[in-house]
């Protein structure tokens, strides 16, 4: 029972590899080869931007004396 379990577990991290690098290919794949061929790599004039949500700041929540006292 050990075997496939590890066999599944490789196949899985394969494909997340690929997964992955197909990735990183698709977004810097043309910077890739330019620096390879000794070119300067063409940016287009309007490039997708990945911007970060942020989340909004939560003050500490500061203990009350009757929950202490709950506890």
Do not use: Q, Y
Not at 35 to 59: E, I
């Amino acid at each position: 029972m050990l075997a496939p379990l590890g066999t599944l577990a490789f196949l899985a991290t394969l494909w997340l590899l690929t997964v992955v690098g197909a990735a990183v290919l698709e977004e810097s794949g043309a910077r890739i080869a330019a620096a390879l061929k000794g070119k300067s790599a063409h940016r287009p004039a309007f490039a997708s931007v990945r911007m970060r949500a942020r989340s909004r700041v939560r003050r500490p929540m500061r203990a009350v004396p009757r929950w202490r006292d709950a506890a």
